[in-house]
């Protein structure tokens, strides 16, 4: 038989209220202690209000959004694999470089996904 989680709610309307308790645990922890969670909500305070005064269809602005908020979702994703690894142990060891290091590509590919997305739909 299944074990489960002590912490986790059990259904309902609770469950609910926990689920977003703790989303805004997290946007708050990503957001004191990870430069790079910060960097991704300026790049996204300054794109977004800009895009609303770029002259192109509703579905390009919803891309010009999209790839901005995808971009701080991979962040979260590369933040939370970065603290469970080092959460298991601080030592330097292969897999928990490869970790790291495959989070931080992600971020890579989110932040060319974004540099891509805006040349394309507002230069050419």
Sequence with gaps: MEQQSPFKGKNGIKRILNAFSYSIDGFKAAFINEAAFRQIIIINVILIPISLFVDVTKAEHILLILVC????????????????????????????????????????VALSMIAITWIIIVLF
């Design 69 to 108: 908020l995808f971009a701080m979702i991979v962040e979260l994703f590369n933040s939370a694999i970065e603290a469970v690894v080092d959460r298991i142990s601080l030592e330097r060891h292969p897999l928990a470089k490869n970790a790291k290091d495959m989070g931080s590509a992600a971020q890579f």
